[in-house]
């Protein structure tokens, strides 16, 4: 392989030796990374390549055409009104046409542009088959948020059916069915299987044709998807309205089938809010936008591999469940500052349980209709917003002054701690339902004393002035105190005073 | 007792067979030297570090080294690869960490007292030793400053005094062993002000630090260094980075150092006791191989004498036999001759 290769290359090198000329109009277009560049790599539906694939700045050729007041249809056929991704050719059929097709078209297109001097590209071998090309690709994955989408509704009238279908196998015609759409990725995977188009290219044809048919519509061009600057400067609707797909406004996850099968207290979950606080559907609905438990089961189906409901939704590593995804929003910059001390894991204490699995199923079945599991859902909701205690009776500040040496004390601004802390809280609603009951906003400092945390236990009752080193696993008063303060600045970024500067926190003495 | 040829090969054998496993045995076994029981050693755990250097301080006090260069208080000197010194038995430095432009992590230097120490495992005058408090202690009194130590040390610790005159010293942590016999603590430990170092039994730090890293998996690296490198150190390590980014060496292996030396070492006391067998052996050969020699010519020069004899009187027979015939010859042609003589007067007067 290796010497096949280099004979190529020392081929392609004598050949250069024996050109009399060089196209002096040849466009210099080396050592580049763009959007627009792709690799045509058509032949290897055929066979192995045997020379590399061709690095393509599609862009600059647009753009060129562009100044000859040519289009699209020089190098793309069309199709049923809509231009077919391929070049120039509908199909793949045969391994030569194809091979002829692009070294006949592009050869001689170069090789006119040349007489006519106009800007060209290469015409030798080694020119635009380059082992290691200068021309590279950087796509930036465009991501069709909720705001695109939005605006693609706005745009399209509510005619979902622009982009969305499903395929009727008997009649093989697209179809539409108005409140089941799907994703794309439901259907179009990364390769192109059968008649179903892999999502790439599935995605061009769509996108690219119907802003090619409509006036006054998106990017053509390959930058303008592509291109991190360009897709920055989409405009971003702020809240756009929520998508309708006959989904529910809230329901409950059950772990039990009926009464015989009991397992755990229902989750009450609202649908919701959580399509607000995710990208997309795709986050949770990772296959397709089907019920959680169509796959997983409370017993395991093989359509879901076996993960049964709650594995699906405990589990700790996967994204698409609830344990994973909150315990994601732990590394929020105001969270982690008391989410670094406290032991996170999940499931250690029973009230963790009880946080999510509040409905008993009695309350469930006395409920008539999908209507009363909305309105429990609510009730639960709104019940999360006002359990919370009001802080009252803490010091406005500390003095630590008993273990005192080489510094003053530290003035310990208590009460502005708190408030600051309960603002992060605030502010964020999954925060706000996590941090129910009294006063659990202490526990991060004072821990392992739950039970008192409206009177908690002095520090030095367990962390002593002296002696505290001994590997007990309890720091000293002072190292403790050092180790809580220091662990949550970092954690929360908070640079100043920094870990090292005694004399920022304390008085000299 | 006599001991017959079947016999001794029997023993011969038997003794081969049990020589031949011997140093697969300790690898195989599932006894391992695993430390003293209550042996001691030091936590420290990098994500507690702050790098503001109080154990260089306190290392520094409790030994009466003079005063650095840069004051403890400089913390520019972070940044430099410092090595422990002779003056100085520990250092702290930072590392720019991989997870982020400015997030720096601490690692703190010094012996790491390891439980099968390779400066001990090298020195001919047993000036190291590992005590049961967990200190690997220093005997300047029967060091004779061969270094080895220095080269032996899989983690560079220990140092020379080249500045010294007379009486070189190799020096390097002490783990305070003087301060712990009276019940303190190392002084680097005693005044780290975060509890990023803690001193303890070896096996309940241990514990300490799985806590660690299972109650806060996100936070540290799921491994304890100096749990198993290089057979086990008394000194442990946390960290949130790969250690390799602190600096560490991940490619130390779980042997002690003095496992790679005891299968050819242990063959030492086998060749010291056969070379003696050995050459008074072949000696023993050589010299009956010369007496059979000199035997063996003995021999031949008595067969050659014997057989000379013999020879001689043979030839002397032979002579003589030839003499006698000669002289017979001699004689009957002398009466030949006579009687011819005797006869033909006779005749010629007849024929006148």
Known sequence: MKTKKSAVILTSALLMLFIPYSFNNAISDTGRSGPDVLLIDAMKVFQELERPGVMFPHDLHTKELENRGNDCSVCHLSEDGNLVMKFARLKDIDKEVTLDIYHGKCITCHEESYEANLSTGPVECGECHVVEPKLTASQKLPSFDASLHYRHIKAGKDA??????GYNEETQQKIYTKGEEESCRTCHGPETENEVVSYRLAAHQACVNCHQNTADSG?????????????????VVENPPRLDRNQPDSTFLKSFANMDTLMMDAVPFNHRVHENSVSSCRTCHHENLDKCEKCHSLTGKKEGNFITLPQA????????????????ELQEQNCRGCHVLVVNEFGRDTQDCKNCHSVSLELISSLKNDQGEV?????????????????KDVPEKIDIGTISEEYEAVFFPHRSIIDALMKGIEGNRLAKHFHQGDNIVCASCHHNSSDELLKPPNCSSCHLTSGGKEAVNIPGLKEAYHQQCFRCHDAMSIKEPASTDCIGCHEQK | MSISRRRFLKWAGAANLALIPGKSAIAASNRHFEGYPQGGGVLFDSTLCIGCRKCEKGCNEVNDFPAPVKPFDDLSVLDERRRTGNTAFTVVNRYKTSDGSDTTAYRKIQCNHCLEPACAAVCFVKAFNKTPTGAVEYDASVCVGCRYCMMACPFDVPTFE??????????????????????????????????????????????????????????????????????GTSWLYLSGVPFKELGMKEDLGIKPALEFTSGALSAVPIVIGLWPVLLLGMYGVSKRLDKEALEEQDEAIKVSLENAAEEAAKK??????KADKAKKREIETAVKKALAEAESPQEGNEES
């Open chain 2, 316 to 321: 002397l027979e032979t002579a003589l036999n």
């Open chain 1, 219 to 235: 990017p053509i061009a390959c930058s303008g998807c592509h291109d991190a600057a360009e897709l920055d400067k989409i405009e």
């Open chain 1, 375 to 391: 309105d429990i859902a609510r009730i639960e909701a709104k019940a999360a917003r006002e359990t919370r205690t009001i802080l």
């Open chain 1, 160 to 165: 979902c059916d622009n982009c969305h279908h």
């Open chain 1, 313 to 328: 939704m405990h589990d700790e590593k996967s994204q698409h469940g609830c344990v994973a995804c909150h315990a994601q």
């Open chain 2, 162 to 231: 080249y500045n010294e005159a007379f009486n070189p010293r190799v020096q390097k942590c002490t783990l305070c062993q003087p301060r712990l016999e009276e019940g303190l603590l190392p002084g680097c430990v005693e005044i780290c002000p975060t509890d990023a170092l803690i001193f303890g039994e070896r096996k309940k730090l241990l514990k300490i630090a799985r806590n660690r890293i299972e109650n806060h998996p996100d936070q540290y690296i799921d491994h304890i260094y100096g749990e198993h490198e290089m057979g």
